[in-house]
């Protein structure tokens, strides 16, 4: 019986890797190291191309293998940059076509999952007033890490150091009151935060975020102070005895404040009922009210009502008319009728009014005046109604009257004019013919007298 030995021809192969971490620009560089041989001492070929892929990235070298000999090549992939988190994996592979029957065409491939690169710490802060705090989180990727924080507010170039190399994953964080003076004319201002993550002394990174400082407008409004008010009238304090009381209409307030703007800001306005105005402020109308609004350069306003201590007076209302009694008559009614305040500006002084009558001639310059004593109600209303003046208007003339209601503070006026009256008789003639009228009654005499023809009534008796 005869043995066949038989010897199988195989190659041996391997692929390694080394690493090298840039951990302040999170990415690595990978060195992948492929090594073959043949399984016998005779198989060799001379400069073929070993061709390595990965992340993408293929390199090759010509590689020669003798007799007995191994082949090992090692490729290095530089740069490879992990992810924000600090993690990587890449695919990788390699082949060479040897040319020979006993090792053919030699392949490896597979994915390497890279160092896990600690990252630096993110921090976040959320808005907050000036003057009060605001925490400033640290998302750290790695325990042992520590994270020095600064700040730059609004345009500042060079940063301000909060904290040195904490190892907190919270900080809490006061702003300063200093912040106000670098925004005088805005109402929050953005602030920069840094933060530096370091591995013992080693930097790892740095990190940035910004949040807004606010200047709060409860805190920044303007302040009013020192307010008054008082009556420069001297005529209306005699009826109220008061100067901080005031008659409507008539009084002649003058107000007064201080402002002060707060927290580095300064005051750009002062209005009063929309006029710009300064302390003090004396208003050339009566208004029932006045609102003073203070605005400072940030815009906050601060508002203030005078309240004033008002007798609700009102100017006296008349109207009147007349008319002759009859049309040939002297006589004058009259009716009239108005309002007035009929209430007290003190405890003891009352408001009155007087009431009067002038009438004159159309033509003359003089007046006559009569007293009036019309009907009064406890609202202050009055009335006249059909009252007879008397036989003061000759009908041979036209004539004006002028009604008059004065109470302690004006006078107003109503006034009506009164035409010629009608003659009680008179001649007239037309087409040659005499005639005699009478604007009245005739009690005796006849109707034609020599030609004469009355118009009127007739009454024998």
């Known amino acids: ?18 690493e090298s971490v840039d951990k302040a620009n999170n990415r690595s560089d990978l060195s992948i190291t492929i090594t073959f041989s043949a399984n016998n001492s005779s198989t060799w070929f001379n400069s073929k191309s070993l061709k390595c892929t990965c992340n993408g990235e293929e390199q090759s070298k010509n590689v020669s293998l003798s007799k007995g000999g ?19 994996s890449v695919s990788w592979s390699w082949y060479i076509a040897t040319g020979t029957s006993v090792l053919g065409t030699l392949s490896d491939s597979g994915t390497r999952t890279l160092t896990t ?68 004319n805005k109402k929050y201002g953005v602030i920069t935060l840094r933060a530096i993550t370091y591995d013992g002394n080693s930097k790892i990174g740095e990190k940035t975020t910004t949040f807004n400082a606010f200047a709060n407008e409860v805190l920044c409004k303007p302040v009013i102070s020192n307010i008054g008010a008082i009556d420069t009238c001297e005529a209306t304090v005699l009826l109220t005895n008061n100067n901080t009381k005031f008659i409507k209409y008539e009084s002649a307030p003058m107000l007064s404040w201080d402002v002060s703007a707060k927290n580095g800001a300064s005051i750009i306005s002062q209005k009063i009922n929309g006029v710009e105005v300064v302390s003090p402020y004396s208003p050339l109308n009566w208004s029932d009210s006045y ?13 203030y009502d005078f309240n004033l201590s008002t007798i609700d007076y009102f100017y006296p209302q008349i109207t009147a008319s007349g008319k002759r009694k009859t049309s040939t008559s002297s006589n004058i009614i009259l009716n009239l009728n108005g309002k007035f305040f009929n209430g007290y500006f003190s405890e003891n002084i009352k408001n009155t009014a007087t009431f009067k009558c002038e009438y004159k001639k159309k033509e003359d310059n003089e007046w006559t005046t009569i007293v009036l004593e019309p009907t009064i109600n406890d609202d202050g209303s009055f009335s006249l109604k059909d009252f007879d003046l008397g036989g003061i208007c000759d009908y041979k003339h036209s004539w004006q009257f002028s009604i008059t209601v004065t109470d302690k503070i004006t006078p107003q006026s109503s006034n009506f004019s009164i035409t010629k009256g009608d003659p009680i008789y008179y001649w007239y003639v037309t087409e040659g013919i005499n005639y005699f009228k009478v604007n009245g009654e005739i009690k005796k005499g006849t109707q034609v007298v020599l030609g004469v023809t009355y118009v009127g009534t007739y009454d024998e008796n």
């Not at 019986?1 to 080394?18: H, P, V």
């Open 117 to 184: 690169i600690p990252r630096a710490s993110d921090i976040t802060a959320s808005n907050a007033d000036i003057g009060s705090s605001t925490i400033i989180v640290i998302n750290k990727k790695a325990s042992s890490f520590t994270t020095t924080i600064d700040y730059k507010f609004e345009n500042e170039t060079s940063w301000t150091n909060i904290v040195t190399k904490t190892s907190n994953t919270t900080y809490g964080w006061t702003l300063p009151e200093s912040f106000y003076n670098q925004i005088p």
């Open 1 to 18: 019986m005869m043995k066949l030995n038989i010897q199988l021809f195989a190659a041996t192969k391997s692929t390694s890797f080394s």
């Open 291 to 303: 609102k003073l609004t203070v605005t400072d350069s940030r815009g906050y306003q601060t508002t």
């Open 70 to 88: 191994k082949v090992s090549a090692t490729f290095t992939f530089s740069n490879i940059q992990h992810n924000d988190d600090g993690k990587k």
